[in-house]
Each structure stands twice: as structure tokens, then as C-alpha cells.
């Protein structure tokens, strides 16, 4: 019958159970006792606790490649319910096995562990988050990011969705602790897109969008979800980019809602609010689907119950509202989700045109005055892959930089209940210069890797969408049957 | 990528027919033949099928699951993977991937009404074990593309989306599936195979429409050959085969 056995498919993982049990914590001891599979790794520590399970910090120990390279595993919890491997899991594999970009997360291995039916998911490590980075901003250090960061980030940010939205991937839970920058290293200040336990596929679901479940944290939640809209689209992820960015701007969530916990799928009235004192009313002449919407025919008393008069996005993020910045955050704040900016439109905003530039570091920069060193991940190094805790103390893991922000163990306040995840591999070089390639449409052909942007993809030849594929299949003249076409989300919203 | 076929998984593992048409070591020292293996993925096909008119998911879940089912025994023996235990987990498997979660005490409940005999005699435990082991033997990758979605396209494109057409193209597809070309050729060539087929018995002239497409035609009139093929040979199976078969296995 089958072991339990270690599968590696990209990246040279080694053979595990060889080389020095160079142990960091001290309960790897029963190492004898451990999968196969698992002996290739130090624990490190516990990083990370959500609903779905555990994430933990280890090193690679093979003795030839990749030695001492930081790995993130996401251990899923086994179903209560008697229901196997759960479907968030299946999903996030499903999708993160198909999908290979710089700007998202890199899943580099996949184990199962048939003893007690457990399954984990091995991440490239990423020591920070924009979760993080803001708040060491606004408690720590005292300063905005700078101007150079926060394009570098956005642009990263922007670059990864403007992938998975190409290929028909919403992620539905964009907020800043799913935003992974790589620390120290070869991909120093690089994005990663993580966490997709919601994502969807959204070209052909099965069941309207909105079924299973409530999606996207409430404070990055868009309009259109907020008032009850069934079938959504990647606009959603848009309008938490924008509110993303406002938060690298000001350090301070911007809609910062009460979340309505009971019954399921509450109406989210405080929320709705926040982002009309703000932005105003939406209104049927600007948003014509809008009386379309169940929550504003069924709350529309509660929803005009104030009035705002004052309203400014401007005054909030401090920018003149003639700025290109300030531009590009009001595109995609637009209410109506088939005038918000898209992922592809936003690369080519002026702002990514402008000085300074956004470069592949986004933590160092020559227009950066002082690089900060942000905290690294606090690591409870007192827990097993069991998450069963040992009378080890806790002690944060340094790799240099400050520990000022680590707090002991998974109990204090940067222990949130959400994912805090990993990084990744590729080695493609990003064009700081708004990726005049996605501009392109000679070269998006049936060959991988003919995209100068390494992004292994073609918007051309996919049989499997829609008008392209008639039009593709339609073409006698092979010069014309070749070229690319751009991506027609705004064309295919609601 | 995950919606779109040519950089997709599925694409990058098609495989040539002669790789699908490997019996197992371990099966063939039982004695399961070329014939007996195709027998036995046709039948857990059907099966897989059956059982999900029970628990009531859509087509794409079963086309899904019969993919599952196909892929996995590109690289496992049906000695040590007992497909009476994989087809109703790659249904199982395939309800999560696609959305449509099935609860595993409902499928175990219909597969005992299914078939009453021992050897179908699997509890939820069993399921549940063998869905990683799928999952394992799948190489985690689980993204399937079908022919309906280009055939529903084609045929409008062709401008034979009526009820007649429409209806019999579908249930050609549906028995593509008793069959490994999901293995072997993009869905989309399997979709024109099937239209082709369908043009060929209804008399709709598509030869123009045909020329236009750019396409390998002699692919897709070998896809249909292959198809025609499977109609006649099926009429010679009779269910002692089946179980002739199914009982090497599990003597």
C-alpha cells in the first residue's frame, strides 16, 4: 500500500532524511518518530493560526540544495465534520497548482500525512506583510512609507491580480495580511499575492458567486457586495487595492466598518456607512445597476439615514485631488463596479509613470532616504507540527534584523486569525516602467515564456474562453491567428 | 492556468494513447487484459455516473470525476486502487473542485443502494482515506477542462444550437466519457468530433464551416472514427464481461 511519501516537483527539495539534524527548537528530538517527508525540514516554530489550521516556519535541511531556505507550511486542520480534506483546501491547491507568477505566492510542495489524515502546504517564506509594514509605520517608527514604497508595492500588487484576473481568478480576500513581502534575500521587497482559500475561478461557476460563503474582510468589502449583489466579478479585488492603498498612504484602515456578526450574511450597515460619509451616496445615475441591488431596494431608508455633506476622499488621504495618485485611488473607489479601474488599466495609470518610479525592491530604492527595518514574523518556537506545545520557552527568531514588534509566542496581538503567509521562487524581473508589455499584442502566441514579462500565459489561444476561442478558431491567416488578445474583463462585468 | 487550457495542467499532461493503454504490472499478473482495463474504466464511468444522479450534481462534476478516475489509473494499479473505492471518491473529490461539495455519509449511503454485494461494502472511513491518496496520485493537480463549454459555443457559432442538435451533440459528449479521450486530446477537438458526428447523421452540410475553422481536420476525423468505433464495439459488451473483469481483481 502507499506511504506516506515526499513529492517534489520544482524545486529541488532533496531527499529529506539526510544531513545533520540541525534542529532549532528543541522538540525535534523524536525526529525518528516524524513522516518521512517531514524530516526534511527544521521546525522552526508556529507562525500563524487560523479556523483552517496552522502555519509553521521551517528550514530546509538537504544538505545540497536550497539548505537552510525558509519554508512556510500551512497544516490543515482535519474536518470535523467528517468531510475529509476540506474544500478550501482543495481550492487553494487547485488553483495555486495551475498558477505561477512572481507576484504570487509560490506553493513549492503539497504532503499528506495518512497516519492522522492532515495536510500540508509548503509556501516559499515571506518575513513581512503589509499588515505588518503599516503598523510598524503607524506604532513604531512614526513616518508614512515612503512615496517609492508604497508605488512599489501597489504596482507588485497590482501586477499579480492584473495575472490572476487574466486568467479568470478573483481573489475575494485582498486585505494587507494577504499581501506577503519577501524579506532579506534575493527577492528583498518583492509582493506575493497569498492566501487563496476564497479565490474562485469565476469564468463558468456552477453556482452564483455568492454562495458559498461570506467573502472579502468587511473593511475592504466592495459596495456592490455590501448591498447584496449575487453575481460579482474581479472588481471586487480592485476596490480593496484601493482601499489597500489608502492605507499605505495614511497608515489607517479606511473604512474601518463594525462588522455585523449574526445571522449569516448580515446587511452591513456600518460599513456602507463609513464609505459614504466619505465618498457620498452612490446614486442610480452614476451606478445605474444599483436599484437593481437587494439591499438597496429592501434598506434604502437606513441607507440614506444620514446625509453627508462634507464628503472628501481627498482630505482623508491627504492628496490633491488633482494628483495622479489621488486619480488612480478615486478609479478604484469608483462605486459602480463596471467603471472601476481594472487591474491592467491601473499599471498604466499615470502615477507608475511619474517619478519615483516603482521599482522590483519595494523596502529599498535609490529615492529611499531610510530604509526601515521592519520587525520579522514572531515565531512560537514552543509548538510541534502537532500544534501541541512543549515546556520549551518562547523565544522570537532574529535573522538580524530588530525584533522590536515580535511578540512572545502566538497569543499576542500580531497573532490574527488569519493566514499569515509565504513566498516564493521565480526569478522573472518586473519592468518598472508600467509593463509596456501587456500593451503588446504580437507576441502573446502559443509559446510559454515568449512574453517579455515572463508571465507564462496567453490571452489569444484560449480555447477555453468564450468569443476568443470563435474568433481564434476562426482565423485563416496565421499571422493574425497568432496575435494576443488583451483581456476583456470590463467588457464581461455583471 | 486555471482558466485557461493551453497553459493549463491538463494541457501540459495530455498523454499519447499507447501511454493511456498501459496495464499495470500488478494488474496484468492478475491476468486484466488491454480489453479488461477499458472495460472496467467504460463501467466505473457508467458508475460514477449512476451515482451521481443519487446525490444529484451536474455533468461537469461527473466529467470531472470520470477525468479523476482515468488520471489515476494512468499511474496506479486497480489491484491496489479497487475502483468500486476510487470512482465513488473521484465523484467525492470532484464535488469539492468544482464547488458542489457531496457529503461523504450521503455517497456512502447511496453506494450501499447501489450495490448491495460485500464487495461494495465501504464506509465513510474508506472515502475519506482513499480521497488523499487521489489526490496523491493525481499529483494535486485537479483542474479539468470539458468539451461542453466550447460545444455549446461551436454550435451557436455553427449556427446549429436547435434542440436536435443541441441534444444529441450533448449526449455524444456524455459517452466520451466511457472513453480516455479527456486523456488524450484538448476538449475542444473532442467538442468538434462530436458536432462532426452529429452533422454527419442529421445531414447538416458543415463542410464550409468546417474549412473555415482552424483546425487539424484530420485530427478531429480521427477523434470521431475513434468515437464511431467505440458505438460499435459497445454493442458486443454484455455485462458477464463487466464482471469477468471486476472479478480478476477481487477474486
Known amino acids: ?494 | 492556468m486555471a482558466a485557461n487550457f493551453w497553459t493549463s495542467s491538463h494541457h501540459k499532461q495530455l498523454l499519447d494513447q499507447e501511454e493511456v493503454d498501459v496495464v499495470h504490472p500488478l494488474d496484468k499478473e492478475r491476468g486484466i487484459t488491454l480489453d479488461d482495463f477499458k472495460l472496467i474504466k467504460m463501467h466505473m464511468a457508467t458508475y460514477i455516473w449512476r451515482l451521481a444522479q443519487f446525490v444529484k450534481v451536474r455533468q461537469r462534476v461527473v466529467a470531472t470525476a470520470v477525468a479523476y478516475m482515468r488520471r489515476v489509473y494512468t499511474r496506479k494499479s486497480m489491484t491496489e486502487y479497487d475502483p468500486r473505492l476510487v470512482a465513488p471518491t473521484c465523484l467525492y473529490l470532484a464535488s469539492k473542485a468544482e464547488e458542489s461539495t457531496v457529503q461523504a455519509r450521503l455517497l456512502v449511503f447511496y453506494l450501499k443502494k447501489l450495490y448491495a454485494d460485500e464487495k461494495h461494502r465501504y464506509e465513510i472511513k474508506d472515502i475519506l482515506e482513499m480521497e488523499m491518496k487521489i489526490l496523491e496520485a493525481l499529483n494535486y493537480y485537479l483542474v479539468v477542462f470539458h468539451p461542453y463549454r466550447a460545444l455549446s459555443q461551436l454550435l451557436q457559432d455553427a449556427g446549429l444550437n436547435d434542440i436536435s442538435m443541441t441534444q444529441l451533440t450533448w449526449g455524444l459528449v456524455n459517452d466520451t466519457y466511457k472513453m480516455d479521450l479527456i486523456l488524450v486530446h484538448a476538449p475542444h477537438l473532442i467538442a468538434l468530433a462530436c458536432l462532426y458526428i452529429a452533422s454527419v447523421l442529421r445531414e447538416k452540410d458543415t463542410t464550409a464551416w468546417f474549412e473555415e475553422l482552424r483546425v487539424d481536420m484530420n485530427v478531429v476525423k480521427n477523434i470521431s472514427m475513434e468515437i464511431l468505433d467505440f458505438y460499435e464495439n459497445q454493442r458486443m459488451i454484455t455485462d458477464d464481461r463487466i464482471i469477468a473483469a471486476l472479478s480478476k481483481l477481487k477474486p
Open chain 1, 1 to 494: 500500500m502507499l506511504r506516506s511519501q515526499p513529492i517534489s516537483w520544482d524545486s529541488k527539495m532533496g531527499d529529506g532524511n539526510s544531513g545533520s539534524n540541525r534542529t532549532l527548537s528543541g522538540n525535534n528530538n523524536n525526529s525518528s518518530n516524524k513522516p518521512e517527508w517531514l524530516q526534511q525540514y527544521d521546525l522552526i516554530g508556529k507562525i500563524g493560526e487560523g479556523t483552517y489550521g496552522l502555519v509553521f516556519l521551517a528550514r530546509i535541511k538537504s544538505p545540497t540544495t536550497n539548505r537552510g531556505k525558509s519554508i512556510a507550511i500551512k497544516k490543515f486542520k482535519q474536518s470535523k465534520d467528517g468531510d475529509g480534506v476540506s474544500p478550501t483546501a482543495i481550492r487553494e491547491i487547485m488553483l495555486l497548482r495551475e498558477i505561477s507568477h512572481e507576484n504570487v505566492v509560490k506553493l513549492v510542495n503539497v504532503h499528506i500525512n495518512h497516519a492522522d489524515m492532515s495536510l500540508y502546504l509548503a509556501f516559499d517564506y515571506a518575513e513581512h506583510d503589509l499588515y505588518e509594514i503599516i503598523r510598524h509605520h503607524r506604532d513604531k517608527v512614526n513616518h508614512s512609507i515612503s512615496q517609492y514604497t508604497v508605488k512599489s508595492l501597489l504596482w507588485q500588487l497590482l501586477n499579480g491580480l492584473n495575472y490572476l484576473h487574466s486568467n479568470w481568478i478573483i481573489h475575494r480576500d485582498l486585505k494587507p495580511s494577504n499581501i506577503l513581502v519577501m524579506g532579506e534575500g534575493e527577492e528583498q521587497g518583492v509582493v506575493k499575492i497569498a492566501d487563496f482559500g476564497l479565490a474562485r475561478i469565476y469564468q463558468a461557476p456552477l453556482k452564483p458567486l455568492s454562495d458559498n460563503g461570506v467573502v472579502v474582510t468587511i473593511w475592504y468589502r466592495a459596495p456592490e457586495l455590501l448591498l447584496g449583489a449575487k453575481h460579482y466579478t474581479s472588481a471586487v479585488d480592485m476596490w480593496a487595492v484601493g482601499c489597500i492603498f489608502a492605507e499605505l498612504l495614511t497608515l489607517k484602515p479606511l473604512f474601518q466598518g463594525a462588522e455585523v456578526k449574526a445571522p449569516p450574511n448580515p446587511f452591513q450597515l456600518d460599513q456602507l456607512d463609513k464609505i459614504f460619509k466619505v465618498l457620498g451616496h452612490p446614486t442610480p445615475e452614476k451606478w445605474p445597476t444599483l436599484p437593481n441591488l437587494p439591499h438597496w431596494q429592501q434598506d434604502l431608508q437606513h441607507i440614506q439615514g444620514h446625509k453627508y455633506d462634507n464628503t472628501g476622499l481627498n482630505s482623508v488621504v491627504h492628496l490633491s485631488t488633482k494628483s495622479p495618485p489621488y486619480d488612480l485611488l478615486s478609479k478604484m473607489l469608483e462605486y459602480d463596479p463596471r467603471k472601476r479601474i481594472t487591474a491592467q488599466q491601473a499599471l498604466e495609470h499615470e502615477y507608475f509613470r511619474i517619478e519615483p518610479l516603482p521599482g522590483r525592491n519595494a523596502l529599498v530604492g535609490p529615492s529611499v532616504e531610510k530604509v526601515v527595518n521592519y520587525p520579522t514574523r514572531p515565531v512560537d518556537t514552543t509548538t510541534d507540527f502537532e500544534g501541541t506545545t512543549s515546556l520549551q520557552p518562547s523565544q522570537p527568531v532574529s535573522s538580524g534584523n530588530a525584533v522590536s514588534g515580535s511578540m512572545p509566542g502566538t497569543h499576542g496581538g500580531t497573532m490574527r486569525s488569519v493566514p499569515r503567509q509565504m513566498a516564493v521562487g521565480g526569478m522573472q524581473r518586473m519592468q518598472p516602467q508600467g509593463m509596456p508589455a501587456y500593451n503588446l499584442t504580437s507576441q502573446a502566441g502559443m509559446g510559454v515564456g515568449m512574453n517579455p514579462s515572463g508571465i507564462p500565459m496567453q490571452r489569444g489561444v484560449s480555447a477555453q474562453t468564450h468569443q476568443q476561442q470563435q474568433q481564434q478558431l476562426r482565423r485563416k491567416d496565421p499571422a493574425m491567428g497568432m496575435a494576443g488578445y488583451p483581456p476583456q474583463q470590463k467588457s464581461r462585468r455583471m
